[in-house]
């Protein structure tokens, strides 16, 4: 093999790990998000998202008038290094950084399923490549179970044509397919 071809052929499986390696820090499946796993712990965060920003929100620092809103968890946001929201992580135990993680909110188009199923698909993409378990709603939205990544997507009730805090019910064969996600979550629990 002449050296040219050993060269190219170098440079041509190079690409080909880099981009399998690209695509894996943005993969979504069941107990992974990227490179965050189950196993993966609070005092991980800041080597896996070194170039990246991350800001702790501490329930013992957060000025809540407690007699309105009971949400006890830490919460620490994952920004790009453009100031661009990427993650936000809850972890299981509050101010403890062995602790594991309970969720991660998706906030970059970037993160995808294997079945390419991100916050730019609709019910039509989720519903063609996932079985929706079960279907909750809320005064704004419907949330949709997804066992098979054991996440929940929660479109806006305004994507169904209803209005806001309405305490109506949703069916899984009210929601438009065209109606965009809002939220995506993936529980580690």
Not at 49 to 67: H, M, P
Not at 96 to 114: A, E, M, V
Not at 162 to 175: H, P
Request: aromatic share 12%.
């Amino acid at each position: 093999m002449s050296f040219f071809k050993k060269i190219t052929y170098v440079f041509i499986v190079s690409i080909f790990f880099i981009q399998c390696a690209k695509k894996n820090n943005f993969l979504i499946e069941k107990g992974q998000v990227g490179s965050l796993t189950e196993k993966t712990t609070i005092k991980d965060l800041s080597s896996l998202f070194a170039k990246d920003s991350i800001v702790a929100i501490l329930y013992a620092d957060k000025e809540i008038d407690k007699r309105l809103f009971s949400v006890e968890n830490d919460q620490y946001l994952i920004f790009s290094k453009n100031g661009k929201l990427l993650l936000e992580i809850v972890p299981t135990n509050l101010n403890d950084k062995s602790s594991g993680i309970k969720s991660i909110q998706i906030f970059d188009n970037n993160y995808k399923t294997s079945k390419g199923i991100s916050l730019q698909s609709t019910f039509k993409d989720i519903k063609d490549h996932y079985q929706v378990n079960k279907v909750e709603t809320t005064l704004t939205s419907a949330t949709l179970f997804i066992d098979e990544l054991n996440a929940t997507i929660s479109i806006d009730k305004k994507e169904m044509g209803m209005n806001s805090f309405s305490r109506a019910e949703v069916a899984i064969d009210q929601i438009p397919d065209a109606a965009k996600i809002k939220y995506f979550t993936i529980w580690f629990n």
